[in-house]
């Protein structure tokens, strides 16, 4: 079994920063890419940022510049600072992994966090 967990979510006025972590835990053989979606309410789910184990980053648009995403590998994790909030940035976040776990059968597969609330609002 693969479990993300995230935290760092929370209330914010625009503005302010904030930062989001995700450890991936489990039986976990190697992870490939690890990024950062969100979901608005009525909207889907978009994706913010996602790096590989190599360094590489790619972000939306709308947060380029704002946020920066980061990962330890030795630790499985994740991070995303997010500097400069707005209210458009208020979601639940995700955090997504593409893990390759232990065992001779495993295949590789997406997995997914619970989500973390984030509020930008005065």
């Known amino acids: 079994q693969v479990q993300l967990v995230e935290s760092g979510g929370g209330l914010v006025q625009p503005g302010g920063s904030l930062r989001l972590s995700c450890a991936a835990s489990?039986?976990?053989?190697?992870?490939?890419?690890m990024g950062w979606y969100r979901q608005a309410p009525g909207k889907q789910r978009e994706l913010v940022a996602v790096?590989?184990?190599?360094?590489?980053?790619n972000y939306a648009d709308s947060v380029k510049g704002r946020f920066t995403i980061s990962r330890d590998n030795a630790k499985n994790t994740v991070y995303l600072q997010m500097n400069n909030l707005q209210p458009e940035d208020t979601a639940l976040y995700y955090c997504?992994?593409?893990?390759?776990?232990?065992?001779?059968?495993?295949?590789?597969?997406?997995?997914w966090g619970q989500g973390t609330q984030v509020t930008v609002s005065s």
């Open positions: 997504n992994a593409y893990v390759r776990p232990l065992g001779f059968l495993a295949s590789w597969n997406d997995y």
């Open positions: 489990g039986s976990i053989l190697s992870i490939d890419k």
């Open positions: 790096i590989t184990s190599g360094g590489n980053t």
